[in-house]
């Protein structure tokens, strides 16, 4: 790892190329507006990582009365399966523990097996499903939703 690829919290002043990032690598981009709430919100915080002065990837974790949700994890296509999610991750469960969170929670598509992995690696465990939850990709069924959680107390 190089040290240009620390993880740190992003600002209001990094919208335009957090916003770039959701644009180029996400197949549900959150819109600009989305992502400065989320930026200016006291009780959200994004992470980001970057490559040569690049940001290639983000996580967004939200304090909830006495858990966290995070609620998007993201990595550019040339960037992926070396680490980055799995560091950005580790800062989201860092941030998680000095909120005093119980569990971290997330949604993900019962299909998004890379997504899966990356979770169950990390420890989390499967709570439920929401069946239907997500809009179907490309022309077809929706898909399911798995409820997952990582305990932390
Ligand atoms: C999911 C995603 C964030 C993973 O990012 P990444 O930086 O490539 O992940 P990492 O390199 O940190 O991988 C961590 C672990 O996740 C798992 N994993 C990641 N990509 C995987 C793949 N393509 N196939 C199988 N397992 C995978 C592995 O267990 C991996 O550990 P390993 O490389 O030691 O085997 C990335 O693929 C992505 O941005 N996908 C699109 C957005 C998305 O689906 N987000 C989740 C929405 S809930």
Redesign the pocket.
């Known amino acids: 790892m190089s040290p240009t690829e620390a993880v740190r919290r992003l600002a209001p002043d990094d919208l335009a190329m957090l916003s770039a990032l959701e644009q180029a690598?996400?197949?549900a981009p959150w819109s600009p507006g989305q992502l400065r709430a989320a930026l200016a919100d006291p009780d959200t915080r994004v992470f980001g990582i970057e490559q040569e002065a690049c940001l290639v990837?983000h996580a967004l974790v939200v304090r909830l009365p006495f858990e966290a949700e995070?609620q998007?994890?993201?990595?550019?296509r040339e960037?992926?399966?070396?680490?980055?999610?799995?560091?950005?991750?580790a800062a989201v469960i860092e941030q998680a523990r000095a909120w005093n969170s119980e569990r971290l929670l997330?949604?993900?598509?019962a299909g998004?097996?890379?997504?899966l992995?990356?979770y169950?690696?990390a420890g989390f465990g499967e709570d439920g499903r929401r069946h239907g939850y997500y809009p179907a990709r490309v022309a077809g069924r929706r898909e399911d939703a798995l409820l997952m959680s990582l305990p932390l107390a």
Do not use: F, K, Y
Not at 72 to 76: F, K, P, W, Y
């Open positions: 690598a996400s197949p990837g995070l998007a994890i993201l990595v550019d960037a992926r399966r070396q680490g980055m999610a799995g560091r950005l991750l997330l949604e993900v598509r998004n097996e890379t997504a992995a990356l169950r690696r």
